[in-house]
């Protein structure tokens, strides 16, 4: 971390953005999968996320390229939703290595207009899902603000 000289562009590790430095390695879309860490079990954040622009990416996740993006979006969808233990190696800390990350078969529809269709549904889910999360975050500032004035503090009226 140290050696990292701080910037503007996003640094990704293996569950997501650890920092911003000042240089980047990619500039396109792409696709990281976490390599290591308790989250591989856990799942206290997605393991596979989409990232996209200028970006840099250490060597705690794997960086996958695709031809087309709705290809990219089952696959991330898929990674996410399904058990990793058998594909995990590591005895202290859980590891997806390359080889077990190649070996995970991905069904996928052999038609690109079907392919497309399913990224077309679960993007739409998603953004459902992002604006629902918006709204429950506004309701919990209402409540939190009603609160305030409901009960104000002692130097308060």
Not at 103 to 124: N, R, T, V, Y
């Amino acid at each position: 971390e140290s050696e990292r000289s701080k910037g503007d562009i996003p640094y990704y590790g293996a569950s997501g953005i650890i920092d911003y430095v000042e240089d980047y390695i990619f500039n396109e879309d792409l696709l990281c999968v976490s390599e290591d860490g308790a989250n591989l079990v856990m799942r206290n954040y997605p393991i596979a996320f989409s990232i996209a622009g200028k970006t840099w990416v250490n060597n705690h996740a794997h960086v996958l390229r695709f031809k087309e993006k709705f290809t990219q979006i089952i696959i991330e969808n898929y990674l996410n939703s399904m058990k990793l233990d058998d594909y995990l190696t590591g005895m202290a800390q859980p590891k997806l290595n390359k080889a077990m990350l190649d070996s995970i078969p991905i069904p996928l529809p052999f038609e690109p207009k079907e392919q497309q269709k399913i990224a077309d549904c679960l993007s739409s889910i998603d953004e459902l899902i992002t604006s629902q999360a918006a709204k429950v975050e506004a309701l919990k500032e209402h409540k939190k603000a009603l609160m305030q004035r409901l009960f104000p503090s002692s130097n308060e009226k």
